[in-house]
């Protein structure tokens, strides 16, 4: 059973460009959540997917989206980079939803974003 | 207010000493799961622990241990006799599934063991 996926591992880009993360979920996970790490602080919730559709948001802009897959594999876009969106970005999946309670999540090693 | 509380930022202790880590959660829910993560260099979360609100039997599993105190809004975690393999980030976190499913993390404890 493979865990869950992030992809790529580093990435430097610079203010004002466009950023799409991915993200391959553990096998028979069709929940999918991403969270934004900073340095020195715990992750952050930015959205979740559950079945192609999002379900639920934290208190990020618009210009953080995301998507969901047929094979429950994930993307999160972020547009106009500002230097605040630096940081760890982490990708969770779990077998259900709601997760949190009932399933826990199961989470990938992330992906270090640098904007500069 | 949902919120997690992890007052110690970094520790160091020598190895085989045992260390105890801090956590004070605020929820407004009568029902509700705690967690512990461990978040070595590489990066990913590893799940260690889930409670339940009303399962207040304190647990041990093999070196760790788990203080769980309702009255006080506290789940503390302590490993016995560490090891320089303990060293990484250690976040306490609260689940909320009432209208988001999320977690909310504390700010974590940088745990360093020391040869």
């Known amino acids: 059973e493979t865990g869950v996926t992030q992809s790529p591992t580093h990435l430097i880009k610079t203010r004002g460009q466009q950023v799409t993360l991915r993200c391959s979920s553990q096998s028979g996970h069709n929940t999918v959540s991403w969270y934004q790490q900073a340095l020195g602080q715990g992750p952050q919730f930015i959205f979740q997917y559950y079945r192609e559709e999002e379900n639920g948001r934290g208190n990020f802009p618009p210009r953080f989206s995301g998507l969901q897959f047929p094979n429950y594999s994930s993307e999160l876009n972020v547009n106009a980079l500002e230097l605040d969106d630096s940081a760890l970005y982490l990708c969770?999946?779990?077998?259900?939803?709601?997760?949190?309670?009932?399933?826990?999540?199961?989470f990938g090693s992330g992906t270090r974003l640098t904007v500069v | 207010a949902q919120k997690v509380t992890q007052a110690q930022t970094e520790i160091s202790v020598v190895e085989k000493e045992d260390v105890t880590l801090d956590c004070v959660y605020e929820t407004r829910d009568t029902t509700y799961y705690l967690f512990w993560y461990k978040q070595p260099p590489s990066g990913e979360l590893v799940f260690l622990i889930r409670r339940n609100s009303f399962d207040e039997q304190n647990e041990i599993s093999g070196r760790y241990s788990w203080n769980f105190q309702k009255s006080t809004s506290s789940f503390n975690f302590t490993i016995t006799a560490s090891q320089v393999v303990d060293s990484a980030v250690y976040f306490c976190a609260l689940p909320v599934w009432n209208r988001d499913d999320k977690i909310i993390f504390g700010k974590g404890t940088r745990l360093h063991i020391l040869p």
């Open positions: 969770a999946s779990s077998p259900g939803s709601p997760a949190t309670s009932n399933y826990g999540y199961t």
